[in-house]
C-alpha cells in the first residue's frame, strides 16, 4: 500500500461507505477524517490520504466479547 495515496471524495465515500453528502458536513464541521483542500475557493480540489482513512476506522472500532 502506498501511504501517500490520495483519493478523491467520491473515492474516500466509496471505500468508507458513506455519501459524498456527509464527507462535506464532516468538512464543514471540522469532525471526521483529515483532508487537503487545494485552493481557497469554493470549488476548490479536495484530497483524503488513503492511508488517514484507514486509521479512521482503525481508531473508531468497537470492539465486541
Not at 6 to 11: A, C, H, M
Amino acid at each position: 500500500m502506498n501511504s501517500h495515496e490520495y483519493l478523491s471524495p467520491k473515492e474516500a465515500s466509496k471505500l468508507l461507505g458513506v455519501s459524498t453528502h456527509l464527507l462535506q458536513k464532516w468538512r464543514s464541521l471540522k469532525v471526521g477524517i483529515p483532508y487537503t483542500k487545494l485552493g481557497q475557493s469554493k470549488s476548490s480540489v479536495i484530497r483524503y490520504l488513503k492511508s488517514d482513512i484507514l486509521e479512521y476506522l482503525d481508531n473508531n472500532k468497537i470492539k465486541t466479547l
